[in-house]
């Protein structure tokens, strides 16, 4: 019989405590893993729901505000934030969204909303802040319903559009657009030409063609030009509503009447608004304007054609000094001559004469510079006329306006005025003007301009479109629609 060795027989407890241990540390710890992971897919789906549940408000916001487009205020008349139960399919509790709004400045129709989402069975919460906004008609530089033509000396940076024909002889930092594929161009005879056409020589040649341009005509293809039109031109495209882009005068009338400054029919020539940075006006009745110069007269049968300027000595009287209105709006029952600047305003000032008759029109003219302080989109006005919105026969040599200018319906410019022949004098030296700027927008129902074919006007003419308008317009300016667009999404 064989004895055993007792002395090896604790030899593998060791090596088995040691594994032991470290299999209990490993099971240990991913059993910490699995536990860690479970908890945060856990809380990674409770916030997935929070956000959800942040969404659904601002969803549920844009709404409200699709069936009540004013309404900041959740239907409450009270002021937020405003607190919703969200409920599953058999109506339980799951959680709730709280709002916050921000309402539009006057005039802007950027509304900010801020939505915080929270699951009934956690306190995780997630923030969305969305703002929102009904673009205005204001999303061109120009947008005419009338056949259009931009000369030579004319500088376009913003879009342009035309319900008809365009013929374009500047230079355009934008695209430029028509509802024509082809039209024919009433600056010379015979032939359609593209819907937006150039009568630009080619380079390295310089100057214009005034005659019909094949190569700008079917069947050629169109070519880029990328020396008139930098980004480009594009036809046919929808027509714009120009019944919906001239607004409505009789509400700016009654809303000015209720809560503005409305001003009756002068019983002379018009009035003459001043504008001041310390958000006051002066108000002039006119009673004079500068008679026309020996020869100068209407020759091509221009409607409503005169100086329309006032005259230097005895053309007004002053009437008073006020403040500019808390809701932006101006009416005037008459014709309106305005000038000055601002600082920090946010106007609308229109000129109209109700019943609506055609021979009765009123209009707007600018003859001295018309400013903003502020370019960031502090400061806002809008011209509206019933009629013209004119540059008159005295108007300042280098004129700048900034507004965005709308004629219901009559037409953006400047009157023709004759210029010397044979040793007559005409409507010399004011048939040339230097430079006209422009910056803000231009709708205009008929044809567009302040120069002519013959050099006489403004010899320069900048047009500087202020993208602030498009969201943030000047008050009861038209919009394109009435729903609201998100312009930014973020979490906070």
């Known amino acids: 019989m064989k004895n055993l060795n007792l002395k090896n027989k604790g030899g593998l407890l060791v090596p088995i405590i ?23 897919n856990r809380q990674l789906i409770t916030r997935e729901k929070a ?27 009270l002021p937020g934030p405003y607190v919703h139960e969200v409920r599953d399919k058999d109506g339980n509790v799951v959680g709730e969204f709280v709002l916050d709004i921000t309402p539009p400045i006057i005039g802007s129709t950027k509304v900010r909303i801020e939505s915080t989402g929270t699951l009934a069975s956690s306190t995780i919460s997630r923030k ?20 259009m033509r931009f000369g030579e000396g004319t500088e376009v940076f913003g879009p342009v559009h035309s319900n008809q024909g365009i013929h374009f002889d500047g230079l355009a930092h934008n695209i430029i657009t ?19 056409h150039t009568h630009v020589n080619i380079p390295p040649d310089s100057g214009i063609n005034e005659n019909f341009r094949p190569l700008e005509a079917s069947p050629n293809s169109v070519m880029s030009r990328t020396d008139v039109f930098e980004v480009g031109r594009q036809f046919p495209v929808p027509v714009i509503d120009f019944v919906g882009l001239t607004g409505n005068l009789a509400n700016i009338k009654s809303d000015a009447q209720a809560n503005g400054h409305y001003f009756a029919a002068s019983g002379s020539q018009g009035y003459h608004l ?4 310390d958000d006051t006006f002066d108000v002039y009745v006119v009673n004079n304007l500068e008679p026309t110069p020996n020869g100068c007269t209407l020759v091509i049968g221009q409607q409503g054609w005169g100086t329309w300027s006032i005259r230097s000595v005895g053309g007004e009287v002053f009437l ?17 001559w305005v000038n000055g600047q601002i600082n920090g305003a946010r106007l609308t000032i229109a000129a109209g004469r ?29 011209l509206v006329a019933q009629n013209n919105i004119n ?22 410019g400047r009157y023709y005025y004759r210029p010397p022949t044979g040793g007559n004098d005409r409507c010399s030296p004011y048939h040339l003007r230097n430079e006209i700027t422009l910056y803000g927008m231009i709708a205009t129902y008929q044809r567009y301009g302040f120069s002519y074919n013959d050099g006489t006007g403004y010899q320069i003419r900048n047009i500087i479109y202020d993208a602030n308008l498009l969201y943030s317009p000047p008050p009861s300016f038209p919009l394109t629609s009435d729903q609201y667009e998100i312009l930014s999404w973020e979490e906070i």
Do not use: C
Request: charged share 20%.
């Open 18 to 40: 040691i594994f032991s241990s470290v299999a209990l540390v490993v099971i240990g710890s991913i059993i910490k893993w699995t536990q860690i992971t479970i908890e945060a």
């Open 354 to 382: 109700f019943p609506d008759n055609p021979a009765q029109r009123k209009s707007i003219t600018v003859n001295n510079d018309l400013l903003y302080t502020n370019y960031d989109g502090t400061d806002v006005l809008a």
């Open 51 to 77: 956000i959800q549940l942040a969404e659904s408000g601002i969803d549920y916001y844009r709404w409200h505000l699709a069936h009540s487009q004013s309404d900041y205020q959740d239907g409450t008349g």
């Open 320 to 336: 008073g000094n006020y403040g500019f209105p808390s809701n932006g709006l101006i009416f005037v029952e008459d014709n309106v």
């Open 128 to 147: 969305i802040r969305v703002e929102m906004a009904i673009p205005s008609l204001a999303k061109y530089a120009v947008a005419a319903n009338d056949v």
């Open 178 to 196: 028509s509802s024509l594929a082809l039209y024919n161009d009433p600056d010379h005879e015979n032939n359609d030409e593209f819907g937006v």
């Open 274 to 277: 001043v504008l001041k940075t």
């Open 391 to 412: 540059a008159g026969l005295v108007s300042e040599n280098d004129l700048r306006i900034d507004a965005a200018m709308i004629a219901q319906n009559g037409r953006v």
